[in-house]
């Protein structure tokens, strides 16, 4: 089974400090995603990566920024923390599929709160 | 605009009975569909995948697509309590990256 493992399913952090959110897949998929999940807005996309070294911004990058130094791992930053990214953030890996991405792996989410 | 929509209402039926979900897009050269569902507290799932115009049915679930009116459908049939769940509703406009909907709530009554 494909597997998506994030560092942290819940965190506690304070206004200005750098958060670091890792994940991490074991199906040597090319893309990863980062995504946030609020309510009754749903899944937005932050950053994306297609391939090693490889990034793109997606719909809400501001205040984030992330790594792909490895194929398998994928880690998402946030430079100085605040209150308005008090978020669940999911991470998601996944092949091409014959018309665009195939299907996404979910990884079990990271809660995050920022006091 | 939003680009992918879906009625984010509950929808409650009683077990056994058919649910149906659906979702607007609006980028027409989008390419695949997907629905996932998520449990709460959990992260989403795929459960059906749809590139080409009709329907596609697996086991209770049947997606179908209809790209001259852009919308996308999810049917189950024989709701069981264990498809309460949030549907949610993915495009693929022709990049890497899909753009979801904000998802809609399914209650199947015991």
């Known amino acids: 089974d494909v597997k998506v493992t994030q560092s942290s399913r819940y965190l506690v952090k304070r206004t200005g400090e750098k958060v670091f959110l890792e994940c991490v897949q074991d199906?040597?998929?090319?893309?990863m995603f980062w995504y946030r999940q609020d309510p009754g807005l749903g899944l937005r996309l932050i950053y994306f990566?297609?391939?090693?070294?490889?990034?793109e911004k997606g719909d809400i990058p501001e205040g984030y920024s992330v790594s792909r130094e490895k194929k398998e791992r994928f880690s998402l930053i946030l430079e100085s923390a605040s209150t308005n990214q008090t978020s669940m953030y999911l991470c998601?890996?996944?092949?091409?599929?014959?018309?665009?991405?195939?299907?996404?792996?979910f990884g079990e989410g990271s809660r995050l709160t920022v006091l | 605009q939003k680009e992918v929509e879906q009625n984010s209402g509950p929808l409650s039926v009683p077990e056994g009975a058919i649910a149906s979900r659906n979702c607007t897009y609006s980028?027409?050269?989008?390419?695949?569909f997907f629905w996932y569902r998520q449990y709460s507290g959990k992260s989403p799932e795929l459960i059906m995948f749809?590139?080409?115009?009709g329907d596609k049915e697996d086991g209770r679930f049947t997606a179908q697509l209809n790209k001259a009116s852009q919308y996308v459908s999810l049917l189950i049939r024989d709701s069981q309590p264990s498809d309460s769940a949030t549907y949610l509703c993915?495009?693929?406009?022709?990049?890497?990256?899909?753009?979801f909907g904000t998802g809609t709530r399914l209650k199947v009554l015991a």
């Open positions: 998601a890996s996944g092949l091409p599929g014959p018309r665009g991405p195939g299907e996404l792996f």
């Open positions: 199906m040597d998929h090319e893309n």
């Open positions: 990566s297609y391939d090693v070294k490889m990034k």
């Open positions: 980028d027409r050269g989008s390419q695949s």
């Open positions: 749809i590139y080409s115009n």
């Open positions: 993915a495009v693929n406009p022709g990049t890497y990256k899909y753009i």
